[in-house]
RNA sequence: UGGGGUGUCGCCAAGUGGUAAGGCAGCGGAUUUUGGUUCCGCCAUUCAAAGGUUCGAAUCCUUUCACCCCAGCCA
């Protein structure tokens, strides 16, 4: 670990300087990662990942716990549970043995809330929900007292404990906290505690059947755990009071919140609603579609832990709303690509070329390097031989300015191998060209000449005979407009999805070693991006290939100039 | 028009009274057996706006403006 990857400061990690300054804590650092098990995570859940995992990392003895805040049974699930489990390890945190639920609290939240009834701070209310709603108010009416407010301690005890027991329905009893009706903090407004909820919880069963709310539940499950700073987005900055409130109240260990700015990208949607549309109406291949953000797709998609580790480092922690240019996220996923992936040759679209001047039924095992960013990737040998297939589109009959790829009479180097030049072109009856005559330096083995001529460029390539047949999964961003969720009144963020984000090209020749490819590592098929095999729908003899990102491509941006004008 | 927040380059983001870091994007140019990578240069006289305090203000004060969040028995 060199002292250059020092991650900058931000206001968290500035408020925990201070509080070790101060012995707060007794220099202790604990934070916790609470997801709600009732959806997949995504890369906005990252950021938080990567916030309360690295200050743990970084600070002596610091710790993170995994807690899964499972307080209402009707919307969480085991799958969800085992599914965040796997992305955070993914991501490549440990919270060693402090895998936490909130509903292993469930006896100790009862007990705190019968402390406070007996304290006159919390009391059963019999009013309905649209009465509690009616009486809470507005933004700028106070709100007014429950009738039931006043009543005994022993009465609301009594009660609560009849709640516990299943005396009573859904929704007709509910333990709300006594502070103010009045408040201009509308979560102050006596909030609800407990709800009656017949329902089977994904851990805890039939066992009960009131259910602690958010508020009441999460700063008990923080302060049980010594949790040091309780960080959270923004919009909790609103119940901060009544966090504050409830732990007063029972005069237990305070943990503090900690608010920051959650993530947004562009050319995406990261709200947990509108993902779950786009799989449950099969806009998407599933959760783990490579076009989500869902950390599942991304992994799908070749993503790498590092990239999404360095992106969250580098975008930094603040409170003020933004929204992270997506090209920031493939800048961080290309840095760490280029460094690890093996290159290979792979040709998408072929264009046949006869180099008619090499011998027959010859071929040649060419040593290729593995990655020039890495010396210890080492060499591979590949076939070369007198059928070849480049790309389609590195050959054009007229060559426009700056071209420097095959055209008619013009050298170009075949990566690793031979300096070519194109003599003829083979069309079919249609005009649709079909083939190239080709003819090659023999004194250019390796793809360089001694008397030091200039060949500008250089083609990837693989021989007719020995490369195989693939898929491969083209992607574009999944929405075309940055903001997808501004639409024309009355319509849906999905008239925004781009019919172009999916382009499957079977065409696909790839270099023999491939036949052996890992699903687990990543590739750069040599000029056209990093790749990897998708596991979802590659078999051996049917191989598919997720494009994870393209090259950057200054030829492509030099067209769209000349175009543009 | 209640309360809580936020406004620094196209996008993030440092900066905490001493004269505007860095990254991404963009634009030039060099190197290159990937039009990749790498490298080098350019890119905020100005910090939402207007006043004020000060030798000195993005930082302090005043006023104004814009945007975000809150009226679930969701989290």
Redo the contacts with the bound molecule.
Sequence with gaps: MSDETVK????IR?IINTDNQTSKYDQRVHTRF???P?GYLHIGHAKSICLNFGIAEDYPGGKCNLRF????P??EEDEYVNSIIEDVRWLGFDWADRLFF?SDYFEKMYDYAVQLIQIGKAYV?D???D???EH?????KPGQDSPWRNRSIEESLSLFEAMKNGKFE?????LRAKIDMKS????MRD??MY???HAAHHRTGDKWCI?????W??GLEDSIEGITHSICT???????PLYDWFLDALGTYHPRQI?F?RL?L?YTVMSKRKLLKLVKENFVDGWDDPRLPTLSGMRRRGYTPQAIREFAD????????????I??L??CL??NL??NAR?VMAVLEPLKITITNYPEKHIEWLEAEN???DAAAGTRKIPFSRELYIEQEDFKEESPA????LAPGKEV?L???YYITCTDVVKDASGKIIELKCTYDPHS????TEDGRK??????WVTVEHSIPAEVRMYDHLFMTADPEAVPEGQDFTVNLNPKSLEIVTTCRIEPGLAQASATERY?F???GYFCLDPKHSRPGHLVFNQTTG????????EN?SQSI
């Design positions: 900058p400061g931000n206001f500035d609470p997801p709600e009732n805040d499972d307080t209402n009707t919307k909130a209310d009013l309905t929900a009465e509690i709603r809470r108010g507005t933004l700028t859904n929704g007709q009893k509910v201009p903090n509308l979560n909030p609800v709800r009656i909820l259910y602690p709310m958010y508020d539940a999460h923004l919009e909790f900055e609103d119940h901060r608010e700015a947004n562009n580098i975008i930094g922690v603040s409170k003020s709303n933004s929204t992270v240019d090209s920031l493939e800048h290309r840095d280029n460094k290159r990655n020039p960013e700056k071209w420097f790829r180097r990566k690793h191998a083995k390796g793809g360089w060949v500008k460029g250089t083609l990837h750069q040599l000029r056209k090259l950057k491509d200054s030829w492509a941006k030099l100039k």
